[in-house]
């Protein structure tokens, strides 16, 4: 599978490190990295992060290219795709965050990529994919939305609620890390709350997500909101359901069901231990329920906790939906 990555910030130098990492992915060819930042800044931010850590092995430039343990990957530094050649690659991965029009979204096209993913919420997509909701909605779409990390998290464990017990109803909170959108010191933002230093308070803020379920569940439209809540913590975010069912269980049926039914999903996971945030860094589940915090109240009402890593994970879907859009159509 041959990919390009436009746009290496966070989730573009995470999906390079899971290609580099993973042996799933061994064979994906990266033909292409384009970012606008120097060719020597980009290799320095994959090779120290302060998320992840320092990269292991060996990061140096070679001419207009990163060389990673002998691997030689091609860098260009345009902000207009149009003089980027893009011949032959199957998949062109869209980190920029800025493709939210069918100009810019479709800019991977014309230089050559057969398709574009899109590493976020896009009106100019032509679905909005989420593994393990409505995969089976590609179809021959050539510009994808891979929707954003708490949708991934949350829409396949509505749905399998809904598959449970028929999903009346429900509230998610996201508690979220801060993310560049939110300024380290106090700036003017055009939400007031997210003016404010994002590593020193928990800023009550929205979330795509709510939106996004209509539109990759649209069985399910209207049934659910959504907030969020933004904490001061640089990796690893939750999500915590109240959910009113149509069919009413004893928690043990509930519970064996959805432990079965989690158990059967390729993108979610479980836990039974009483962990924190820190420890589910690099997991590459889009959620993973936390036993303990999940529990029934009476006989119609639900509350599910689950933990994502907003970028290890969302990186990992990208990766899996750009094998799955390679070989469809």
Known sequence: MKLAINGFGRIGRTILRQV???????????VLINDIAPLETCAYLLKY????????????????????????????HSADLAQVDLSGVDVMLDCTGVARTSDVASRGLTAGADKVLISGPSPAAEVTLVLGANEDQLGSAR?????SCTTN???????????????????????????????????????????????????????????????????????????????????????????????????????????????ASAVLGW?????????????????VVAGPETRMIGEMQIRVFGWYDNEWGFSARMLDVARLMANTG
């Not at 580099?20 to 990266?30: F, G, K, R």
């Not at 509230?171 to 560049?180: E, L, V």
């Not at 990759?216 to 975010?237: F, I």
């Open 143 to 147: 510009i994808v939305s891979n929707a």
């Open 153 to 263: 998290g949350l829409a396949p464990l509505v749905k399998l609620i809904d598959q449970i017990g028929g999903l009346v109803s429900g509230h998610m909170t996201t508690i979220h890390c801060y993310t560049n959108s939110q300024p380290m010191v106090d700036a003017p933002r055009g939400d007031l709350a997210r003016s404010r230093a994002g590593a020193l308070s928990m800023v009550p803020t929205t979330s795509s997500a709510t939106h996004l379920i209509d539109i990759v569940l649209p069985d399910l439209a209207g049934r659910v909101s959504g907030a969020a809540v933004r904490v001061p913590t640089a990796s690893v975010s939750a999500i915590d359901l109240v959910a009113t069912l149509e069919r009413g269980m004893s928690a043990e049926q509930f519970d064996q069901a959805f432990r079965d039914a989690v158990a």
């Open 49 to 76: 992060d302060s998320t992840f850590g320092p990269y292991q092995g060996s990061v140096t430039t070679e001419g207009e290219a990163l060389n990673i343990d002998g691997r030689v990957i091609l860098m260009s």
């Open 20 to 30: 580099l990492s993973l042996p799933q992915h061994s064979d994906v060819e990266l």
């Open 271 to 287: 836990t039974d231990l009483p962990l924190v945030s820190s420890d589910l860094r690099s997991r590459p589940e889009s959620l």
